[in-house]
């Protein structure tokens, strides 16, 4: 049995097979995940009180996402085809398109960053920017606007790490991100890679042992929800199995495998048990896995996800 | 209200490709680029195969995913017809739109904006026939209004068997096939 499809149109980044997004649109969805992680685990210290004890998790974090975030922004921007036209995302907001969802999302993001860094600024800053220290003066004489900020920055990072799955999933012409587990995989990796970098770069012990434990709960909730992502597809139709078997038996299988599951989610899982278990002590090796991972991940569902299609089944 | 199609008879079309020839001439497409094109769908098992030749196009969905998942309404349904049109100065070229499209049937121009068949709308409200119908050396192609009982599209889909392109992807599509 023949079933085969010959086409006279050759259209750049269309044919033989779609790859209308590079590698900007992966770093920007990464980035993302990253950012809206940060916020969730900077936004729960807050809401502990963390700010007391140092400036780390309501002052760096919060300015790290800042940067993270406008890089991934510049990313996205690099993209456009249309560049000149980008204010145009600005006049209107179309309530049916996640893109529109995310630019407005995004406008949202920085002053809810802005005011986390607001809520204790190290010495070395204080007075850089007078009406800074006002608001500041202002946040810490009002402990409940403390808490709101808190609360604040785990909703609108749950939000933008939602985003970037719904981003792909919402695009129905392209069967692998056609999974409502795909906005969930994104946000659970976004939250283990946010772990994984606070792990990493946080010089405070109780931070590190509370992340390296949050971590191996993301790490097994991201096992999960492959499991559901790819159980998903593979009981659909022809053509969402044909999509993800992509990843389990096809052309992307041996990044998939080797560096999302292996390298990106199971190897440092077991190190960072050992390590909670005291059997090891913490190193870099276990985040800098997840963080990659993390990374690969959406370079693989964004490039398999272009090749996957209706008509994937038959001969082009 | 107006729902402009096409039907398209796959037993008259020969491949000929006078209709991507007249597409690009009228509007303009820039060279490597194609707003229609021809398809050949061969099934079967030798020596009992059966080809369908189709030219192809946006299918001007009754339900269009790129329209829906457009961030600034640069992609929009024209009051005239419901023809799926892009506003190429609103449009920011995220190619949202290109990659919810089952039928891929949009790309990015070389001046950097997403573009697609407009059903030759400029020759449609001075009520002409799009240049690709207008071309056809076999008459395999007739455009007009489905929701109208008496026009020419209408009355060849209640004489022929027809079908249309994915109708599983859920995009109701306004381009028909005779078979």
Redesign the interface.
Known sequence: ???????????????PV?H??GWQIPVYLFLGGLVAGIMVISGYLVLKGQYKKNVFSCFYLPQISLILLSAGMLALFL?????L??W??Y??F?I?????W??WILVIIYPVLLLNTLIRIPVRFQNVIPPFDRLSAFINKHPLLIKNIGIANMLMGTLLGMYTGVLLS?????PLWNSAMLWMLFLVSGLSSAAAFVHLITDDTYERELLAKADNAFLTLELFVFGGFISGLLTS?RVHIQAIRLLLDGSYAAYFWVFVIGMGVVIPLSIQLLAVNHKIKHSPVAPMLVIAGGLILRFVIVFAG?ES???SGWIR | MARFGMVIDSAKCVGCMDCVVACKTENGVPEGFNRDWIEYEVQGKYPSLHMEIRSERCNHCNNPPCVYCCPTGASHVHDLGGVVLITHNVCIGCKACIASCPYDARFIHSDGYADKCTFCIHRVEKGLDPACVSVCPTRCMSFGDLEDPNSEVTRLLQSRNHHALMPEAGTKPCILYLV
């Open positions: 049995m023949i079933q085969e499809l010959t086409t006279t149109r050759h259209n750049e980044l269309i044919d779609l209308i997004w993209d456009l085809e249309h560049k036209f980008v145009r995302l006049t209107t179309k049916a398109s996640p893109m529109s995310g630019a919402s695009l129905g012409a392209r139709s272009q299609h209706w008509t």
